[in-house]
């Protein structure tokens, strides 16, 4: 009897129309991962020809605007270094401090709009002229990005923008959001970091 069960079990598994269904189920399967896999590619992508062909509006829909703001805000804070310029204020040296996070806050707010968002690209890429970004050259930059995965839903490309060979890359960050993927975080190029070299001379004495 237990026999005869099993046997039936495996010929109603092995029935034409299981089959179609396994197959059907793991054609879908990695048809999913393969999307997945390429949709960061194709929005970085987007974002390069919004950029070469200055169309602002398509590149403002790519974007996560609160993300993005705190991200410059960071680095305009960092590049400030209020740190070391509040330590030698003697006076009320968090207010300075307070003051100027403030200061640089508004004037992130009120310059990456979307109605200011190309004269903010020109000057992030170093345009001379509006919208005269080469083709070739920007699509070249976005071909040779290193990109990875940083999370389940995070992708991260860095390029080596245009104009900036000798500085950092550029680096930007992407997030899924209600299913699609955004721009959330922008790392301009910024001059590399020397070291500070301290010699120490060494007088001899004599013996």
């Known amino acids: 009897m237990r026999a005869a069960k099993l046997t039936s ?3 109603a598994w092995a029935c034409p129309a299981r089959k179609r269904a396994r197959v059907l189920c793991v054609v879908s399967l990695a ?8 949709s960061p590619f194709v929005t970085l992508w987007t974002i390069a020809r919004s950029v070469e062909t200055h169309d602002m509006l398509a590149l403002g829909q790519t974007i996560n605007w609160t993300s993005l703001d705190a991200s410059l805000k960071e680095q305009v804070l ?3 270094n209020l740190g070391h310029a509040t330590e030698a204020a003697d006076e009320l040296p968090e207010f300075g401090a307070s003051f100027a996070t403030n200061v640089v806050s ?9 109605q200011n968002l190309g004269m903010v690209v020109d000057q992030a890429m170093g345009t001379a002229a509006p919208g005269k970004m080469s083709a070739s050259t920007m699509l070249s930059a976005v071909g040779h990005a290193v990109v990875r995965f940083t999370g389940g839903n995070t992708f991260e490309a860095a390029m080596v923008v245009p104009g900036h060979e ?11 959001e209600r299913w ?7 790392d301009l190029p910024a001059p590399v970091p020397h070291p500070v070299m301290e010699a120490s001379l060494s007088s001899r004495r004599p013996a």
């Open 9 to 11: 079990v495996s010929e």
């Open 106 to 114: 508004n004037a992130v707010d009120l310059t990456v709009t979307q």
């Open 31 to 38: 048809m999913s991962l393969a999307l997945y896999a390429l």
């Open 180 to 186: 699609q993927w955004k721009l959330t975080r922008v």
């Open 78 to 80: 960092d590049g400030l």
């Open 166 to 176: 000798t500085e950092t890359p550029l680096r930007v960050q992407l997030r899924i």
